[in-house]
């Protein structure tokens, strides 16, 4: 059974202002919720079909509201909800700035999906870090929580000035922009230790960060399509980097 | 002025029964109908706001509705309409298959933003032909429209029976399947003529197709993530074979 202020309390985890008075966020679908379980992360609640339960045999340290699949429709925030649904803690930001390998750099991303797939693919080339300028997208947007696939367990996004994160970089970082008019990235020496900026999806990077950046690569265009998607673009480029 | 009848029509085509009785698709936001302007599609409605007709002088031989921005929105698919909507023509399917240089075969797509970002991977890349299972979304849904960002006027997508393609293609034509377990597609010797196959979202390649082809790909994965989106792996193999 769920209860009205519990379905009031779960959407209201919609809005971004709503998940930083209360400090949690909402994980749907079993592969995202499996993946949670099995992570550091504090799960609150936890609702699941009767039948959800009686397939994944799971171990929890939280409550527990056997719903049905009308009752957890309600307090979904997909079309078709699946028979799982967490609220899980926001774990307190360690803000702890370690560039060794390759990192990647966000400058306004707006896009809950590309942020969500962005954070996929980081996970499939082994990038532990993501730094997000202030303004992108919140990463606890249910959108970017459901295109992660799960793999925002392994994935550290931090929210940061990311001028000063650039100019307070050690010499032993190199720093790359992915724009429309640089060196092809087939071609380039990979740095160990390395920064990779994208841009806004319309605007692409700020010309003041592009004016701190030496270094600017592209993907090849043979074609006639005017740009990539970035979540795309950043794929092409890590398997460049991380390979 | 817009009418109840033409707010119902416009509707229904996005339903593709509606789409195949009628013949026509619908092209949203500006980057979309602008391409749409510029090739060979039959227009055969225009839809726009007066002040999106002032910003972009465009020609074009087919019914004009100056419509305000909330008619616009009574027959839009998108949550927020831009302020021009395009009703055109499905053209006549040549069903011309021709195997050169790199095509892509897809085995059951399901999700219309991934055949839609693979349009436009394919359209940056300069690959022309995209092949489809007839059980994969079909081209002109609407989101699939939406996410080409235009590209779906360069890149032709045939429906048709691909156990046959691949069975009946010469021998000039090397066949690729992208796979979990193959060989890293940065390692291999790209072939001229070739034809790449990926499967859908959720079971990969069906066993009848993957039985057909020696050549298994995958990109390498360095970390944890248990799958890449399908539009990303493309891009990722398609950056090998085109450029």
């Known amino acids: 059974m769920i209860s009205k202020n519990q379905i009031k309390f779960v959407k209201s985890l919609q ?10 966020f909402v994980v749907e679908s079993t592969k995202n919720v499996l993946e949670i379980l099995q992570s550091d992360y504090e799960l609150l609640h936890l609702y699941a079909t009767e ?45 702890n700035i370690d560039l060794k390998d390759v990192n990647i750099v966000l400058d ?13 693919v980081c996970d499939w080339f082994g990038v532990k870090n993501i730094y997000c300028s202030n303004q992108s997208v919140d990463v606890y947007n249910p959108k970017v929580i459901q295109s992660t696939m799960g793999s925002i367990s392994r994935v550290e996004v931090v929210y940061t000035d990311i001028v000063d994160l650039i100019r307070n970089s050690s010499n032993e970082v190199k720093i790359y922009a992915a724009v429309m008019d640089g060196v092809d990235v087939n071609n380039i020496k990979v740095a160990e230790n390395s920064l990779i900026v994208f841009g806004n999806e319309s605007h692409g990077i700020s010309q003041e960060i592009l004016s701190l950046i030496k270094e600017k690569i592209t993907i090849q265009k043979i074609g006639e399509a005017e740009s ?6 950043s794929a092409i480029i890590l398997n460049k980097f991380c390979v």
């Open 15 to 24: 809005q971004k202002k709503q998940r930083d008075i209360h400090q949690c």
């Open 228 to 233: 990539l998607n970035v979540a795309v673009s």
């Open 51 to 95: 039948h959800w339960l009686s397939v994944y045999n799971i171990k929890y340290e939280c409550t527990l509201n056997v719903v049905s699949e009308k009752e957890i429709q309600r307090i979904s925030s997909l079309k078709s909800a699946s028979e799982v649904l967490a609220v899980v803690k926001i774990p307190i930001e360690q803000n």
């Open 108 to 120: 306004d991303i707006k896009d809950p999906g590309n942020l969500g797939t962005i954070i996929r």
